[in-house]
Every structure is written in C-alpha cells, then in structure tokens.
C-alpha cells in the first residue's frame, strides 16, 4: 500500500509541512502510524522517506507526536547524510513505541502540531494540498 500511495501523492510534492507528513491508518485489525519527511538519491529523484510503527492499538494522533517528533528528526538527519541507514534503523528501533487505544477515521494525515484530518486513500489530494499549502 504504502509504496504506491506514496508515489502518486507525495513523491512529486513541494512545500512539505515542517516536521514531516504524519499519518495514522487502520486496516486489517492493526493500526499503523507512520512520518514521511522528503527525500532525494543521488540523481535528483525526489522521495518521501518514511518510518512506521505498526501495532494493534496505537493512540490517537496527538498521542504520537513525541515519536513522531523522534522519528521525523531521524529521517531529516539521515536524508541529508547525518545517519547511515543501518545507524537510522538502530535509533528507530531505540525509541519507545507509542502506546494507547485511539480511534478516529481509517486514514488521518496531520502536520506536526496540526489537527488530523480526515481522508480516503483512494482520494486525498484535497487533504494533502492543504496541509502542503501550510508549512
């Protein structure tokens, strides 16, 4: 799910939300919360570079922002060199895991300190052009 949503919504995205993309997605009995902050190889190609919790109760979305807060500083420092892959999955696997029961809308995507908003997977272009506009 994630590769291809990510491609056809973020991957050519400008103006990204200061703190990183967050976003919280049930399905399938497990909930998933996850940061995308943008990235770039070394050609140029633009990326979302994104890490994920996956649990079967994660809290709500104010509930995450400390993680989220750890993680987008993890992505952001090794999107610019600061952290070799396997140091980046070491401090990710350090952090404590969210914990909690929230509930809420199937798909809620957010800005760091922002409300969640609400959207389809299948049609959130609204959604993010908002939060894109804001940063």
Known sequence: ???????RNLARRTGWPEGGLRLRLQSGGKVAAGVAVPGADRVGRRFPLAAFVIAPMLPA???LEV??????????SAG??????????????????????????MMQL???????????????????QTLFSCS
């Not at 799910?1 to 491609?7: K, P, Q």
């Not at 957010?110 to 993010?128: I, R, Y």
């Open 67 to 76: 993680w989220g807060n750890a993680v987008a500083a993890l992505l952001v």
């Open 80 to 105: 610019k060199g600061g952290i070799d892959p396997e140091a980046l999955l070491d401090q990710l696997e350090a952090l404590p895991p969210p914990t909690g029961d929230g509930q809420g809308a």
């Open 110 to 128: 957010w800005q760091a300190g922002g409300p969640p908003q609400p959207c389809d997977p299948a049609d959130c272009d609204a959604v993010l």
């Open 1 to 7: 799910f994630w590769d291809a949503w990510a491609a």
């Open 61 to 63: 979305p104010d509930g």
